[in-house]
Every structure is written in C-alpha cells, then in structure tokens.
C-alpha cells in the first residue's frame, strides 16, 4: 500500500492508497493535522499509527511512501516519520525517481511548489485539452497547464480564509465569522455579519469568474476549469465556472508519480 503525504502551509494531509491492475489507485482512507514544523517524527507516529489502527491498517502493509511539501522545515520530520516507524525511504516529489517528468515552462521551473506541479500532472492525467486547474488552499492558486501536459504559468492570490483574517485583523469592530454561503440572494446585506459575508463569499467568485475569464481568453482555446482543496466544494454551488471538482487531485497526483517511480 502507499502512504501520500501532502503538507501543506495549513495542514498536513495523509492519504492510503491501494493499487490494483495497472496504475489505477484507490484511496483508502485521508487524514488531516494542522501543519507544525516543530512536530516531531514520534508525535506524527502516535497520531497516524492509530488512526491507521482504526482502519485495521497494520504499518507492515504500507510499503511506498511518497511526500510532496511546500514547508521545507517540515520535510525532516516527515522523513523521520517514514525511516523509524514503517522503515521505509520515502519519495520526495520532484526528486530522484518522483521527479515530475512534465515540462514547467517559466522562468524559474525550481520555484513552482509541489502540490501546483502535482496538481499539473493529475489533471492532465484525467483531462484532455488546455486545463486550468484552482485550488483553493491557504493560497487561492490558478494554474495553466495545456493540452500537452505542460505548465504554462499561473497566479497566486491571498485564500480567502487569509483576507478574512486580514479584514478582521485589522479592523476594530468587526466580529469573526465562518465562511459560509450567504444566506439569499441579495448582494446587500442589512447587517454587518452579512455584509462581511457577502463581501468575502461574492467578492472571491467574483475575482475568480473574472481572472478565469481572462486566463481563457489568453489561452485561446477552449480550456476546462478542475477546482480542487477544501472549499471548491463550497464555491461550486455558486459559479458554472467548474467543469469539474476533485478535492482529491494532489494526492492523485502523488499516487501516480509513486506509481511511475515504483515501474523505475
């Protein structure tokens, strides 16, 4: 079996996969821990040998690992993770055997994070055609991939989770509220609850819808828009914008870079 490991800046994420005829994974189970770099190898260990025990998963199954980051401090940890407690030398993405064996065409290739590289190389896997696939994260990332597989660029915005924290934080009366679906349809709220709502949940579709739109009409060609991260499932009820949602496309990804490197 495979263990993903996808940390990122908010949270670590784990994922079980189990492999059947040819490349085809199933996932057989995600967990989720708040990002910490100061968090040890034991501590992980504590935490995921019993989540893994709950699922009747014995550590002796789990034999490929493979970790993508954007944190480099929390690399370390994670490999001691992996050496100590399923003796295994885990892939890293973009290294060795994992290296991403696409095209990323920009001026600085090294820069691209990992999870916006494997999230090139899933959708493409899935999708025919020039992609543009969002994710939203801590960062709201957008990223063009075309129809040969290619990384052609992209753009990072603030998550909107990040600009909630900017507004309450600097504000001196305004309250912390859950991001949520506003509540109707009216863009005018008669509270200020409402009104920040509003601002946020309306405000972020419409800098999406209108930063696709111009992604699109740059690209020239028809170009199929793949959301993914915690809260496209959210956003997908209020834009036609997607023409698909797969909260699960960077461990997919890691999952067929691990299977690549195991065919090696």
Not at 148 to 155: H, M
Request: net charge negative.
């Amino acid at each position: 079996m495979l263990l993903a490991i996808d940390a990122g800046n908010t949270n670590v994420v784990f994922a079980l996969f189990e492999f059947g005829e040819g490349a085809d994974a199933t996932l057989r189970g995600r967990w989720r821990i708040a990002t910490d770099p100061r968090r040890t190898g034991d501590e992980y260990a504590v935490w995921l040998m019993q989540l893994l025990a709950l699922r009747g998963v014995e550590r002796s199954a789990i034999d490929q690992i493979i970790i993508a980051t954007v944190v480099p401090r929390a690399l370390h940890n994670l490999e001691i993770l992996c050496r100590h407690y399923f003796e295994v030398e885990p892939l890293i993405a973009g290294q060795g055997k994992a290296a991403y064996a696409i095209d990323i065409d920009v001026d600085e290739p090294r820069s691209l994070g990992a999870d916006r590289a494997v999230n090139a190389i899933a959708a493409h896997a899935k999708h025919s055609g020039d992609l543009i696939v969002v994710d939203f994260g801590t960062a709201t990332t957008f990223d063009v991939i075309d129809f040969n597989g290619a990384y052609k660029g992209g753009i990072i915005a603030p998550g909107i989770n990040l600009s909630l924290d900017a507004l309450v934080g600097n504000t001196a009366k305004l309250p912390r509220i859950a991001i949520q679906a506003p509540r109707g349809t009216s863009v005018v709220g008669r509270n200020t609850e409402d009104q920040m709502l509003i601002g946020v949940f309306w405000g972020y579709v419409a800098m999406m819808e209108g930063l696709i739109a111009r992604i699109r009409a740059e690209i020239g060609r028809p170009a199929k828009v793949i959301a993914t991260g915690g809260l496209a499932v959210l956003f997908d009820d209020a834009t036609d914008i997607f023409d698909a949602v797969d909260p699960d496309l960077t461990l997919n990804g890691l999952a067929i870079l691990a299977h690549k490197a195991a065919a090696q």
